[in-house]
């Protein structure tokens, strides 16, 4: 197996549901991120083998192969668009990995893209002439109704489980905000759509505001409240992975960061906020990387439990953490959110030496978990 390496890394900014991108199709979020990675590493359209994006809210048509067409790259490439829910963008990438490290592949567009403000109204089929469609949220994510809880309910009970108070979920999310907003603007990682060229959600929260919120669900020791629950949001994310015959090809400046681990595993369906912990787990073991050696870390925060879980399995410092805040001072473009802790990730080790480390994690409904490694040549 040889290696594959990532050589640029762009997004778009964050934008809650109904906002600045509402009436932007998912598909040209998507474009706007692969020209840019593009541009970035000076490669042209032609030049790419394979297109893999994640997509959860689409409703199907393959955006991963719009986005490539309308990018201008040759009909003749293959895209393909994956729906591991919350995981797919980082799946995405962690696939292109693969194909690059198999030799099937060169040079591969990976990422994730969702617009909530443009996803389908959804509803079943009447069964007859005297019934109606029947609306719904979301699709099953298990085949048991008693094991298929939804995703805020479910964040409640691991805060009673693993004992994580509202008023500690609180403080975790206001440390999220209060990081955003010192890290300022994120022109180096977004491209410019509609104007926006950084993350606009990120607020100065207080305890005191968030002790007035209602509960979500849950119990008033252990509750999730709007503060703790990322935002429905619009976005994309696109990543570029080579193999080490066309990092030759690059004609841009860029710190080669080298992709080496990642694991996707399943868990407790009933307990998904607990996937990124096998999910780091299996990828360190299978890298031989023992968890103090990794210098930043990119934990998705769909859910501040879900992100405090992970960070107190492995004690991680939370001085390298989310040093740009998550997910809730941005928000959770589902299919995408797997791409942008990935470009996050590459962005941070951008500003460090050779042989620093990174780690990008995240869960999905099902009880999945994805992780990737990454380490600067």
């Known amino acids: 197996m040889s290696a594959a390496f990532m050589v640029a890394a762009r997004r778009t900014a964050v934008v809650p549901r109904g906002g600045a991108f509402a009436r932007i199709e998912a598909v040209d979020l998507a474009v706007a991120s692969i020209a840019a990675v593009l541009d970035e590493a000076g490669l042209a359209p032609a030049e790419v083998d394979d297109v893999i994006l994640g997509n959860a809210l689409y ?67 009447p069964l007859g002439a005297d019934e109606v469609a029947q609306p719904y949220d979301r699709p099953p994510f298990t085949p048991w109704p008693e094991r298929d809880p939804d995703m805020i309910p479910a964040a409640a009970t691991l805060a009673a489980e693993w004992d994580i108070s509202r008023a500690a979920q609180e403080a975790f999310a206001i440390e999220s905000h209060r990081k955003a907003l010192a ?37 008033p020791i252990h509750g999730v409240t709007a503060a703790t629950v990322a935002v429905e949001a619009d976005a994309a994310a696109a990543v570029l992975v080579v193999s080490e015959r066309a990092l030759a090809s690059i004609r841009a400046p860029v710190r080669v960061v080298r992709l080496v681990g990642g694991a996707r595993v399943g868990g407790d369906p009933e307990r998904p906020g607990l996937g990124p912990i096998e999910a780091v787990r299996t990828a360190l073991r299978r890298a031989g990387l023992p968890v103090a050696s990794i210098s930043v870390v990119e934990i998705m925060e769909a859910f501040a439990v879900q992100a405090m879980t992970c960070i107190e399995a492995f004690d991680l410092d939370p001085a390298r953490v989310n040093r740009g805040g998550g997910a809730l001072s941005r928000g959770h473009p589902i299919g995408a959110s797997g791409a942008i802790v990935a470009v996050r990730g590459w962005h941070e080790l951008q500003t460090m030496g050779a042989g620093a480390t990174g780690l990008a994690t995240i869960a999905a409904a099902g009880g999945l978990g994805s992780a990737m490694l990454l380490r600067v040549e």
């Open 59 to 125: 409703g199907g048509g393959n955006p991963a192969r719009l986005a490539a067409l309308k990018v201008g790259i040759p009909d003749v490439v293959p895209a393909i668009t994956i729906d591991t829910q919350c995981c797919s963008g980082l799946d995405a990438i962690l696939l292109a990995a693969t194909r690059i490290s198999s030799g099937e592949a060169d040079v591969i567009v990976a990422g994730g893209v969702e617009s909530f403000s443009r996803s389908p109204i959804r509803s079943r089929r």
């Open 183 to 219: 890290r300022g603007a994120a022109a180096v990682e977004c491209v410019a759509v509609a104007g926006l060229t950084a993350d606009a959600f990120a607020r100065r929260l207080t305890a005191g505001l968030c002790a007035r919120l209602p509960l979500l669900a849950g119990s």
